[in-house]
């Protein structure tokens, strides 16, 4: 009975301890980190601090070559399901923000081969 109390023990303190596990990164998040990209998206002239800050962290966020793939697919079908988003606005991005992610956002793109 004592030696069941130890292994309880130690795997309750491994669960505490242990890292915590990302979590894959959605099409919910790629839309959180770029709505403040509308705007630019839609005709202006230069992207927001905010917008940057969103395209920078969803790049930090997406981080294994799924979420770069999940990813991928989310602006892909964002850039043809809105009415109003200019493509090449899109594809500059970002460029834009200083920020390389290794693909250009078009509607052609094969999410893939996104490595």
Known sequence: ?????????????MMVVAPHAK??????TVSK???????YLEGGSTPTS???????TLNSLA???????????CLKSAATSFEGIDIGKASQL?????????YTISPNIDCSKIN
């Open 1 to 13: 009975m004592a030696v069941l109390k130890w292994a309880c023990a130690i795997f309750a303190c």
């Open 23 to 28: 979590a894959a990164v959605t099409c919910a």
């Open 33 to 39: 980190s770029l709505v403040p990209c509308i705007a």
């Open 50 to 56: 905010g917008c940057c800050n969103g395209v920078k």
């Open 63 to 73: 981080s294994t070559p799924a979420d770069r793939r999940t990813a991928c697919g």
């Open 94 to 102: 970002p460029t834009k923000c200083g920020v390389n992610i290794g």
